[in-house]
């Protein structure tokens, strides 16, 4: 109702609009209302709210077309007239104006474009924009807002003033793209109502394609009306505002309830609805072009999400972000003009004007607000004071106006085009090109720079470097003020309106200009490119007076050096030059640099009082000085000196104006350094960089260009280039780093530079630098150490083969390590290595070494040049060459190569310290040895050289020089003694002097002298170091320094032969007659020597043999023997003797392994005995392993082996063995000398080795390393260890056998322990002192060697048997020999013990322990040796069996041996053990049983077993014989059962009554597990392929059937229940008393059998008679092993063969019948009977199995014996039957009876489709099974059955029922069915009365005839004629539609009538289907 309401009033609106202004006439009369000046109040309301009714929404949607465009058009046309309505006194008539000044504005472009200018001439733009500023959040500013936007939006008049009037940056938010965020606080109500109203509005305009122009969705998001929404509830506002907001208008306006503001419809609801129901649409923005350069440029970046907590006017979007505002970012696009639609971001524009900023480009805060609203209020107030005495002036015409309808232009317009306004708080501003350069310098120092983004950097750039220049002549102020716009001094022209707001001038804003301009350049190098007042600023740095603008200008170059035309331009007017002299400004910093010394010398010149270097000519010409720059500075502070006046200082040609000197025409500088000195040389060093960097040397091809670039030729000059070097005594480390870096780029690939470069003095300044910032210095010295021509003449070309010492500038001011490092690992290894405090093999260099000896000499030979330079800058160094720098640290050491040789000797403190480049170092090693060896004084004598350096030795002594030489040594002169006290100094100081003097680069004459200076400074230096001639301590290192490089890399050097032989050899000779070889001084030469001749050897075959060769044997075997002698076992390892006989024996180990020494060490006598007597040298592990170790080798010879048994060596080396303890650690290492090894450690290695070395003395040893087969030294091990220890010699580690030797063990192998341990060790001892009489060791005692311990072992195939059943689980080494042992050990113990019980002899073949050291060890089979004596029975049943226990484990451990035991000959022992005489009396029985158990599982041990038939009766005869072996016997006899011997010795040998004995207990209680192990066996043997169905048919003469079926599944334990248990099934009848009459029975037959097969006699046997438990059950009719009766009490008892049964039963079945045909008393009567109910129940319970007998054939058989039994008897004939059905039945004969069980057979088969199909398908001479049937329904109780079975024959799924229909037609079957159908008397052919049926048959009979006939009639080949004749017959039509089947009984269906009868012999069912009643009429079907 409420909708159909509002439409209602919608259409009455339209309609009443309609009719007013249908003429156009009306509207212009309502326009023309207001066009007057002078108007009624009320009139002018009454037409504006008309207009608003007709023209602004919601009202303009009732508002037709055309009227509406026409009214705007007309409204439009009125001009300035509208605008004159903002007067009006009505606040409602204002507002409503305003929005409907909105509505042209968006609905119409053209008319909004003709309003633009109007609203500007008007002033109402200015008055609207008063109060979109400040006006309080609300409606009013809203609309003040939009139609400030609408007037200004690209109307260029418009957005002139706007730039006029506010700050570029402010405006440029203009020209930014909106981030079109929604106001979160509009609510979701007001959105979908208005969008509701929106949606509407857009349909309707769709069908408007004028309007559609002006309101295509400008880009004016809700925001506006959001700040409205949010800022109404804010009650704050800001501070001095308030009187505005109380003289503009009512204050209340900002706060209208909701409902009155919707109610009036607000004007900003229009576009801003439309926004929120279309959405915020981007908005495609290119290029506009504005006259406007200040806010048209793009800019790079706007972030415009800041916030301000004095914001009056912030969107939501402005809460992201806290901080200051970002800039704007512009973004132009192009529109066409007057589309209506709003290009620019108003939004973005009104947020900014409320937060407050300060940033380069804006400056904008509470203050500049404030400005600006005075600014407009005076404007306002202004205009509207003119316009009212404009008004006051003209009076009004409103008669004429009216009447000519045109409008009269006013009095006045708004002087908009020269309004602007003015801040006078940015007045003090500097601004350049719009941005304010104080604010630009603060983002660019604080690192923020790249936050502001410039909107045109190459503009501004421009505009800074004007403003740089005009700044040049603006410096003049009054006062040094800067005139006010309209003070007293009009006289000034403005400077502040230079360029943008506020101004400045003079030197001040020139420096600002250049900070800002090098900010510039560095972020927009790219964008401005090269700069064309480069050349400018280099000559204003060098010529500007002002310090502070020099050291900007200087900042401003750097930056420019960016790009590459500017260095050209920079160059050229000689800024290389400049920059160079810049860079020597450094010296001057006030605090120089503290170099860390401790030398007082060097801290004192911190506080030197400066130097005077300085002259000048006064004003009367007369010289003053020399004076010290600051006292330059003071004379021209009081004008003494003037920029003409002559200066000089030393190092200058000549005298100079000041003003021509750099120096200090800068020291003369006014205003204060912006930068200090060090930065100043910073950046030149910079500006130098980029010069060089401009211009690459190399080509895009990598080749170098020539002539060198200029950058680097005028730096390599020698005004630059030592100035360069100079640089570098600042000490301060970015200063050093860049100069050493610069001059690196300076002389690479620069060759002159480069080899000059030593000239400037670089190195020596770069050396005394102590800073760690050494990289840059290190690269330098990369690059240029080599190539210096220091040694004079042009050429640096220094022999490569000389060592680094000599070529590099560096070498006698570094170490040689220094040096190496700098070479090999490169510049950043170097400067670590200068700064670390190393003391390693490599490098010697501490920090000390580098300030107190490195830098501190370099300092001193600098002397006071650094002082000099920071009072004269460009001084320039004059260049000594130094002497070399001595340092204390190095004073005893030897640098060879790459090490330092004491160093890397000191093991202890320098293990293992690795070593490369092995070769070179061996080499470098070799040399130097060679020249140690010839090294010869100088040829230069002391004396000499002190007369060529021009020196007294008492000139250059120390004070503490003594008077006279000592007179120590009468070798040394007197005067070589004198200089060893020379002072250094002193030499050094007049070696420098001489230097100087004679240097080439400074006396080219002097190049003689000079050479022979250095060489008498080195002779002195040497002499004074000590080192003329060999010096021992220099050959012990180099010795030393060979054999670590040998012990640790002989690997790596085994390619090489050894070249120092003839040296070595030569240190290792000893004289006859020398008796003090071993002296303190020459030992340790010895010692190493020796040591060398080892690891030499070691590391090569090549050596070795060389060795041999140059004659080493005899040298090294004289030494050790003349070592030996003053040796003894308690020395001590590190006496040098020891030391050098371990070495030397460590040599013969080597050299052992080659034919040719081993030789020669025959040869030479003593040596053997001499390396026999090593092995005891305990103290002294090492030689004692080399000694094993060498005759491990030299065994490899037969006579070497011989030559050390007759030295010994067996009992010194058995001792040995017995020292190993096995819980000693061995992780630790030993190391050649054994030194701070464990005691116990080497002891085992000695062990180790000594049983190495015995088991290649005997030949016994591993097949690796074979030796020659010693019979002695073998022969005498294994009496010694006992055999199997000695075969544990093969083991090269021999670890078990040592570990056994000491410890106690009883093992079935080894019996070891302490007694066997000191009896060894008494006999060694007693050896050792026995000698021949030719001074040789014999053996003949060691092979009779026998331990008293093991005399009474049993030892058989090395095993103890005793310990071997204690541990049964040991694992014997050679288990296959000890098993053959065994058997041939127990074989030959039955054979004694047969013997014996035939009082028979034999002596034994077994072997004790004592016999056993007879036994050679290369017999290892295991057959038995030795003799024993008689034993007594006692021992001899103890030793079967401990051999059997023996078999029995090692067969459990082994099973795989049972192959030794798989012949027939092997077990026949075994067997045999049963029939000892001994063995009832003992366990041996079940032993061997045990063990027969374990060989059962190895197939040829089966076959052997049953090989022999009287081994299985021994078997099976035990379990009547001997209980107790029961168990074991069944368990073989089980493994046997799969075999066909042992099933036919069961069946055929009376196997199974022994088995059916246990199993059937008669008295004795058999355990339950034995039992069933029989019955299982029975069941294995039952199951066996070949005789088990002979063993089943045995067993069946004891069992029932079941039973044996039973036995035959198992498990045994089940049967064994069922034979204990009372069983009554239909499968088995099983009682207690059968059980027990079969015991007894079973108990005689197996006691007379074994009689018999113990006498001999093994027969043939069989069962005499069938047991007596089958006797009850003999009479019972029993099929397939089922009971028949008991059956058919159960048919449901589930059988374990149903069609075992059902077979059985269907061939007896045929059977008895076919035998009644013959002999009907030969076969009881009942039988048939019987059998076919069993089948009809087994079919019944088993429905599938009646598919079974189809398939084998049975259908057909019984077929044939029905229609047998039916053609014995016809169908009867009589007519009168008797009504008693029961005397009928009673009156069956028994064929009558046979006859029916065949039919009930038919009947149940017939169910099944398979048998269906077989009964149909017939043969030549076959009955068919259709006639029979019809035949059978006349028999006495057989017709339902007929019936019901043809029924079940013609079912639809018989495939052959065709041809049982045709079967049926054929012999008229259907009309015989019809007859049975037929209920009239005496129907056709009188069936019915014929059946003899009582009523319930004849009911069933009916049904089932019908059911017959449909079926026949239903579907077949054959259903035509069938339907033929059932529809011709009337009985047909009578029964056909009946349903029948309701009425018969529920099972009559399902199971056939009488068949339980059978039994009975009676039928009680009841049928409910009644004859059809007899109707009067005969032809009538019943109903």
């Not at 630009?440 to 220049?469: C, I, K, Q």
């Amino acid at each position: 109702m409420l909708s159909d309401t509002k439409g209602e009033q919608h259409a009455t609106i339209m309609h009443t609009k309609s009719v007013l202004f249908a003429e156009q006439s009306n509207l212009t009369l309502l326009v023309n209302r207001l066009k007057p000046i002078s108007v009624s109040p009320l009139l002018s309301m009454a037409v504006v709210e008309v207009l608003e009714a007709m023209i602004c929404e919601p009202h303009s949607e009732t508002t037709q077309y055309t009227v509406f465009v026409e009214l705007l058009r007309l409204v439009a046309g009125l001009r300035r007239r509208l605008f004159a309505l903002f007067g009006h006194p009505a606040e409602s008539v204002r507002e409503t104006v305003a929005v409907i000044m909105r509505s042209i504005a968006e609905e119409d472009a053209v008319a909004a474009e003709s309003m633009r200018d109007a609203a500007l001439r008007d002033g109402a733009l200015l008055r609207h924009l008063l109060h979109a500023f400040y006006l309080p959040a609300g409606e009013r500013r809203d609309v003040s807002r939009q139609l400030v936007a609408l007037w200004a939006d690209s109307y260029q008049p418009a957005l002139d003033l706007l730039s006029r009037v506010l700050p570029p940056g402010l405006v440029a938010y203009l020209h930014t793209r909106s981030n079109g965020i929604l106001d979160e606080d509009i609510s979701n109500q007001e959105v979908s109502l208005m969008s509701r109203r929106q949606r509407r509005l857009l349909q309707q305009r769709r069908n408007r394609p004028v309007k559609e122009i002006a309101s295509q969705g400008h880009n004016m998001p809700s925001v506006n009306d959001a700040e409205g929404n949010d800022q109404a509830r804010q009650t704050s506002g800001v501070g001095g505002l308030d009187g505005y907001r109380n003289s503009a208008g009512d204050p209340n306006v900002g706060n209208i309830p909701s409902d009155v503001r919707s109610s009036r419809v607000p004007a900003g609801e229009n576009y801003s609805n439309e926004v929120l129901a279309v959405g915020v649409l981007p908005i495609d923005k290119s290029a506009i072009d504005s006259p406007d350069n200040n806010a048209a440029h793009a800019c790079e970046s706007v972030e415009t999400n800041a916030t301000s907590t004095h914001d009056f006017d912030v969107g939501s979007s402005g809460a992201k972000n806290s901080g200051l505002p970002a800039p704007a970012e512009v973004v132009t696009e192009n529109a066409n003009v007057g589309c209506g639609r709003l290009l620019l971001n108003w939004p973005d524009f009104w947020r900014a004007f409320g937060l407050d900023h300060n940033r380069a480009d804006l400056i904008w805060n509470e203050r500049t607000r404030q400005e600006l609203l005075e600014s407009l209020q005076a404007e306002v107030h202004k205009l509207d004071l003119e316009k009212e005495r404009t008004e006051d002036i003209v009076p009004g015409g409103t008669s004429k106006e009216s009447t000519s309808g045109q409008e009269i232009s006013p009095q006045i317009s708004w002087n908009y085009r020269e309004f602007s306004v003015r801040y006078p708080s940015l007045a003090k501003e500097v601004c350049v090109g719009q941005y304010y350069l104080r604010l630009l310098l603060e983002s660019g120092t604080g690192g923020r720079a790249e936050d502001f983004p410039l909107r045109d950097p190459v503009a501004f750039f421009r505009a800074l470097y004007h403003r740089f220049l005009c700044d040049a002549d603006t410096g003049l102020t009054v006062d040094g003020a800067v005139p006010d716009e309209m003070g007293p001094s009009d006289d000034w022209c403005d400077m502040g309106r230079l360029d943008g707001f506020g101004g400045g001038g003079g030197s001040s804003v020139r420096e600002l200009c250049a900070r800002a301009m090098a900010i510039v350049y560095e972020q927009h190098h790219n964008s401005i490119g090269s700069f064309e007042g480069t050349a400018h600023v280099t000559v204003l740095v060098d010529r500007t007076n002002d310090r502070a603008l020099r050291h900007r200008l200087l900042l401003l170059l750097k930056v420019l050096m960016k790009v590459l035309p500017n260095v050209e331009a920079c160059v050229l007017v000689g800024g290389c030059v400049l920059a160079v002299d810049l860079l020597t400004v450094i010296h001057e910093a006030s605090e120089r640099t503290a170099i860390p010394l401790q030398s007082n010398l060097i801290a004192a010149t911190a506080f030197m009082e400066p130097l005077k270097e300085w002259m000048f000519m006064d004003k009367d010409n007369a010289q003053v000085g020399p004076v010290e720059k600051d006292a330059i500075r003071r004379f021209w502070s009081v004008k003494e000196i003037d920029w003409t006046t002559r200066c000089w200082a030393s190092g200058m040609p000549d005298w100079k104006r000041l003003r021509d000197i750099r120096e200090l025409r800068w020291t003369m500088a006014v205003r204060v350094p912006v930068i200090t000195p060090i930065q100043v040389g910073e950046v030149a060093l910079s500006i130098l960089h980029s010069m060089v960097a401009a211009h690459s040397d190399i080509d895009d091809a990598g080749e170098i260009v020539m002539p060198t670039p200029r950058v680097k030729r005028i730096l390599s000059s020698p005004r630059c280039l030592p100035h360069i070097a100079q640089a570098m005594l600042s000490g301060e480390p970015t200063i050093v780093e860049a100069s050493a870096a610069l001059l690196k780029a300076i002389v690479t690939r620069n060759p002159k530079a480069m080899i000059r470069l030593y000239s400037t003095g670089a190195f020596y300044f770069a050396l005394a630098y102590p800073g760690s910032n050494l990289l840059s210095i290190s690269q330098l010295f990369s690059v240029t150490h080599a190539y210096q021509a220091f040694h004079g003449g042009e050429e640096a070309a220094v022999s490569s083969s000389l060592p680094w010492a000599k070529r590099s500038v560096l070498g006698g001011l570094l170490p040689e390590s220094l040096l190496y490092v700098l070479e090999r690992s490169g510049p950043v290894s170097f400067a670590a290595a200068m700064v670390s405090d190393s003391d390693t093999p490599e490098i010697i260099w501490t920090h000390k070494m580098r300030a107190e000896n490195l830098i501190r000499q370099v300092l001193q030979h600098l002397g006071d040049f650094p002082q000099k330079l920071s009072q004269h800058c460009h001084s320039l160094y004059d260049y000594a060459p130094m002497p070399p720098v001595t340092y204390a640290e190095l004073k005893d050491e030897m640098w060879c190569h790459r090490y330092y040789l004491r160093n890397l000797c000191d093991e202890i403190r320098f293990p293992n310290w690795p070593i490369v480049e092995h070769v070179e170092f061996l080499q470098s090693l070799l040399v130097m040895w060679r020249e140690e060896l010839t090294r010869r004084p100088m040829d230069l004598s002391e004396e000499e050289a002190c007369r060529i350096l021009e020196i007294s030795i008492e000139e250059v002594s120390r004070d503490d020089a003594p008077k006279k030489p000592s007179a120590e040594s009468n070798e040394i002169p007197n005067i070589s003694k004198q200089i060893e006290y020379i002072d250094e100094e002193k030499l050094k100081r007049q070696y420098r002097k001489l230097a100087m003097k004679y240097h080439p680069d400074k006396n080219p004459e002097g190049r003689e002298k000079f050479l022979a200076v250095q060489k008498a400074y080195e002779c002195l230096q040497v002499t004074m170091q000590g080192l003329q001639g060999p010096q021992n301590w220099r050959l012990l290192l180099l010795l030393k320094g060979q054999c670590i490089l040998y012990r640790r890399y002989g690997n790596v050097l085994m390619p090489f032969k050894y070249a120092g032989y003839p040296m070595l050899l030569n240190a290792i000779t000893v004289a006859d007659d020398d008796n003090n070889f071993l002296s303190s001084d020459r030992a340790p030469l010895l010692v190493a020597a020796s040591e060398l001749v080892w690891l030499t050897c070691e590391s090569s075959s090549l050596n070795g043999e060389q060795l041999v060769r140059d004659g080493g044997i005899p040298l090294l075997a004289t030494l050790l023997s003349r070592c030996m002698s003053v040796v003894q076992p308690t020395t001590p390892a590190s006496e040098p003797s020891a030391t050098i006989v371990a070495n030397i024996m460590q040599t013969f180990s080597v050299l052992s392994q080659f034919e040719s020494a081993r030789t020669e060490m025959l040869e030479f006598s003593g040596l053997v005995e001499d390396i026999v007597h090593c092995t005891e040298l305990e103290l002294v592990a090492t030689a004692t392993d080399a000694a094993l170790r060498t005759i491990s080798h030299v065994s490899v010879s037969s006579e070497f082996q011989n030559a050390l048994l007759k030295a010994g060596v067996l009992w010194y080396l058995m001792p040995l063995l017995l020292q190993y303890d096995s819980t000693a650690e061995e992780s630790d290492k030993i190391d050649a000398h054994g030194v701070g090894t464990s005691v116990q450690i080497a002891k085992n290695l000695h062990a180790v080795q000594a049983s190495f070395a015995l088991s290649r003395l005997s030949g016994l040893g591993s097949r690796e390393t074979p030796t020659p087969y010693n019979q002695a030294a073998a022969d005498a091990l294994r009496a010694l260890l006992t055999p199997k220890l000695a075969s544990l010699l093969k083991d090269k580690l021999a670890k078990d056998l040592l570990s056994t030797l000491n410890s106690n063990l009883e093992s079935p192998e080894i019996i070891w322990n302490s007694s066997t341990r000191s009896e060894l060790l008494k006999f060694v001892e007693e050896q050792r002192a026995i000698l021949s009489h030719d001074g040789s060791f014999d053996l003949k005692d060691a092979h009779s060697f026998v331990y008293e311990a093991l005399s009474k072992e049993l030892y058989i195939g090395n095993v103890y048997l005793r310990v071997y059943n204690d541990q049964p689980d040991f694992e014997t080494t050679e288990p296959e020999d000890f098993c053959l042992a065994l058997v041939n050990f127990i074989s030959h113990l039955v054979h004694n013990a047969q013997a014996e019980s035939g009082d028979t002899h034999v002596n034994g073949d077994v072997t004790t322990e004592s016999s056993l050291k007879q036994q050679s060890s290369e017999d290892s089979s295991a057959s038995v040796e030795g003799e024993i004596k008689e034993t007594e029975e006692f021992d001899l049943i103890k030793n079967l069996r401990y051999g059997l226990k023996s078999l029995q484990h090692l067969l459990t451990k082994n099973p795989n041996l049972a192959s030794v035991l798989s012949t027939k000959e092997k077990l026949l022992p075994l067997f045999e053990c049963f029939s000892l005489p001994v063995a009832s009396a003992s366990n041996i029985t079940q032993i061997c049983l045990s063990v027969l158990s374990r060989l059962t599982t190895y197939a040829p041990c089966l076959e052997a077993m049953v090989a022999d038939g009287s081994s299985l009766l021994i078997l099976l005869q035990m379990l009547h014989s001997t209980p107790s072996c029961r168990e074991g016997a069944l368990h073989v006899l089980y493994a046997l059962a799969s075999t066909p011997e042992l099933a036919w010795a069961a069946a055929k040998h009376g196997g199974v009554v022994f088995i059916l004995e246990v199993l059937l207990p008669i008295k004795e209680e058999i355990p339950l597990q034995q039992r069933a192990a029989a019955a299982s066996l029975l069941g294995k043997l039952v199951g066996q392929m070949m005789h088990g169905p002979r063993v089943a048919i045995t067993l069946a003469r004891f069992l029932p059937d079941g039973l044996v079926s039973i036995i035959r599944d198992g498990p045994g334990e089940a049967v064994v229940n069922a034979l204990e248990q009372t069983t009554e099934t239909p499968e088995l009848v099983w009682t207690p008393a059968m059980a027990a009459s079969l015991s007894a029975q079973i108990a005689t037959m197996a006691s007379d059998l074994y009689r018999e097969q113990v006498k001999g006699h093994v027969v043939d046997w069989d069962v005499p008679e069938q047991a007596s438990g089958q006797q009850e059950m003999k009479d019972e009719p029993q099929v397939g092993g089922i009971y028949v009766r008991l059956f058919l009490k159960d048919p449901k008892f589930p059988l374990r063969n149903p069609k075992r049964f059902l077979e059985g039963l269907l061939d007896q079945y045929l059977t008895s019948i076919a035998a009644t045909h013959y002999d009907s008393q030969a076969v009881h009567a009942e039988l048939p009977l019987l059998l076919s109910a069993a089948l009809v129940s087994l079919l019944r319970v088993y429905p599938a199995l009646a598919d079974h007998v189809g398939y084998l054939g049975y259908v057909p058989k019984l077929v044939s014996a029905v229609a047998y039994e039916a053609s014995r008897e016809s169908m009867a004939t009589e007519t009168c039957v008797s009504e008693d059905t029961s005397s009928l039945q009673t009156s069956q004969t028994p064929q009558e009876r046979i006859r029916l069980s065949c039919l009930r057979v038919l009947h149940q088969l017939a169910g099944s489709t398979t048998c269906a199909e077989a009964m149909a398908a017939t043969s030549v001479g076959t009955p068919q099974v259709v006639p029979l049937l019809m035949k059978a329904i006349g028999w006495q109780g057989g017709s339902i059955l007929a019936l019901e079975t043809l029924k079940r024959l013609v079912v639809a799924g018989n495939r052959a029922r065709d041809a049982l229909v045709a079967q049926g037609l054929k012999v008229g079957l259907v009309e015989v069915l019809l007859g049975l159908l037929d209920w009239r008397a005496g129907g056709r052919n009188g069936l019915c009365s014929q059946m003899n049926w009582n009523e319930s048959e004849a009911s069933i009979g009916r049904v089932l005839a019908i059911e017959v006939l449909h079926a026949f009639a239903t579907e077949g080949a054959y259903c035509t004629k069938v339907r033929d004749i059932l529809n011709a017959s009337d009985v047909w039509n009578a029964y056909k539609d009946q349903r029948h089947d309701l009425f018969l009984p529920s099972n009559a269906q399902t199971s056939a009538a009488g068949v339980a009868g059978l039994i009975e012999s009676s039928s009680t069912l009841t049928y409910a289907l009644p004859a059809p009643p007899t109707q009067p009429s005969q032809t009538k079907s019943p109903t």
